[in-house]
């Protein structure tokens, strides 16, 4: 009997504590979608990829104050342009007033102190890919809203906590002037922030009484689906799942320092046989993986890589699957199971996979880094309380989105360029930029396809001969395994200073609703 009764009372504190747990949140999601043309398989040819960048809608400030903002695990600070900022690429945006708002306070230090009249303040500039921005140190409050955002702020519609955030006030015209979204709000990790105070993710563990749960989990919509993107706060959907949650551990103090998301993968399997990618000298081998909203593709050491893409083999049908085993809590391992409708984009007898060779500092060590690739097809929960990494296949919608317009635009081919075969180093160099051999040899001439044909058609080999494309300085598949740089290299903090990586070739809500 008192067993009985001491299980009814264990159930009904359960209850009420689920019932003090904040309510989540729901924030859609609208697409930037853009292409960018990567070579085939065999290097003869290009093959546009489908990539996207996922925003929804904040507001800061008293009376609040609407942005529009790319959620991404892979940057660590929240990113807003002020009025103080009159370069273009703020002007073309929604620019954040702190004379406007009533709760705004001025920072002299990353540390989160007030700045006092007459004091100087501390400034942080950031690189992203071929762009930079400079900004000041602000608190205000924060909400998150409900949907599209379009309603008022509301204890039902919207979450709101003081935050500590980058009010840019000086920024490059490229890349931000061509992105449709003001700024970035970071969920990343510690390590990627300017201080503590401005880690979103750690504001949530640490706030007493937090209206929001440190936890928060992605949607994100198949390409060819009729449904929406999404981001929750404060808990996950199961209607977004097909079937269970497995949990992955977080290493806590390792992922904090390093600002990711990372969970450990024991190998890669291609056809059934184990590739060995995280072979070392260790007992246990493992490799990390940082999952990453805020990237497109997948990414991970060259020589790593190179192995993965020689196991593919080339184009001929049918492209086999590739399964990766994680560890998951409390043992054992779980599968993540990409097909070829996943990972590869294919034209004729063409086709170009979505995984990129990346040069990461050393602090970081041979990391691999999940992106969109994966995470539509997977529906994750990142949980900050238990430092664990939730997966399961998403749920996605069987109706296929339908628009003639789209599919005339994304399927049309892109103009052909004036045929001007030469570098233009010193306008490159008047923005701001590399010279154009060291824009190629970084990879940004696919990333950032505009800036390539505009100035540095010969080093990025957008030149034709005899209406053929040249091959001279691709990027080729095979060349992953050789000595050359990586497409993609990661100065600085960490790859925080290469958030924006993708070109913009044409803007396009792609949400059922319209903003």
């Known amino acids: 009997m008192v067993a009985a009764w001491l299980f009814v009372t264990a159930l009904l504190d359960m209850a009420a504590a689920r ?26 040819g290009r093959i546009p990829l489908h990539v996207s960048e996922y925003y929804g809608k904040i507001s800061l400030g008293n009376p609040p104050q609407d942005f529009d903002v790319v959620f991404d695990t892979g940057s660590g600070n929240i990113v807003l342009p002020t009025l103080k900022c009159s370069d273009e690429a703020c002007t073309e945006h929604h620019r954040f007033s702190s004379t406007a708002s009533s709760s705004s306070r001025q920072l002299a230090l990353e540390d989160g102190t007030l700045l006092q009249p007459g004091q100087d303040r501390d400034t942080t500039t950031i690189t992203y890919g071929t762009g930079k921005l400079t900004g000041e140190y602000i608190k205000d409050t924060m909400c998150l809203k409900q949907g599209l955002g379009h309603q ?75 449904e929406d993107s999404e981001i929750t706060f404060g808990g996950y959907r199961t209607d977004r799942l097909q079937g269970e949650v497995t949990w992955m551990p977080v290493p806590k103090d390792e992922a904090d320092e390093k600002g990711y998301w990372l969970v450990t993968m024991r190998d890669i399997y291609v056809r059934g046989k184990p590739l060995h990618i995280c072979d070392d000298f260790r007992e246990n081998p493992r490799c990390q993986v940082a999952m990453d909203t805020g990237t497109a593709l997948m990414m991970g050491p060259r020589h790593s890589v190179g192995e993965l893409l020689n196991a593919l083999g080339g184009c001929t049908a049918p492209i086999p699957s590739i399964t990766f085993v994680f560890d998951k809590v409390g043992g054992g391992t779980v599968d993540i ?23 990461l500092p050393p602090h970081l060590g041979p990391m691999w880094v999940f992106g969109q690739t994966a995470l539509r097809k997977y529906y994750t929960i990142y949980d900050a309380s238990t430092w664990q990494v939730g997966i399961g296949l998403a749920r996605h919608a069987t109706t296929k989105r339908q628009s003639s317009e789209q599919a005339s635009e994304l399927g049309s081919t892109p103009e052909k360029q004036p045929e001007v075969c030469e570098d233009d180093n010193k306008d490159m ?26 100035y540095c058609r010969l080093s990025c ?15 080729l598949q095979e060349d992953v395994t050789g000595n050359s740089e990586a497409a993609v290299q990661v100065k600085g903090g960490g790859m925080s200073v290469s958030r924006a990586r993708r070109g913009s070739l044409r803007v396009r809500s792609l949400n059922s609703q319209e903003t």
């Open 337 to 359: 199971t990409l097909d070829a409708e996943d990972f590869a984009e294919v034209k004729g007898d063409d086709c170009a996979f979505a995984f990129q060779p990346v040069d």
């Open 19 to 44: 019932l003090l747990d904040p309510p989540m949140l729901n924030v859609q999601l609208q697409e930037y979608l853009s292409l960018y043309e990567r070579p085939t398989h065999d290097g003869k």
């Open 152 to 226: 008022p702020n509301t204890p039902s519609t919207s979450r709101c906590l003081d935050v500590d955030f980058l009010g840019v006030t000086q920024e490059s015209r490229f890349p931000f002037t061509e992105l449709p979204f003001d700024g970035i709000f970071g969920l990343g990790l510690t390590g990627l922030s300017a201080g503590p105070s401005f880690n979103f993710v750690g504001r949530l563990v640490s706030a007493n009484g937090s209206p929001i749960k440190p936890v928060f989990a992605f949607f994100l919509r198949r390409m060819d689906a009729e």
């Open 429 to 454: 160099v008047w923005n701001h930029l590399p010279g154009c051999k060291s824009f190629a040899s970084m990879g940004y001439c696919p990333r950032f396809a505009p800036l390539a044909k505009k």
């Open 461 to 475: 080999d957008l030149c034709s001969v005899d209406g053929e494309v040249s091959t001279k300085s691709q990027i």
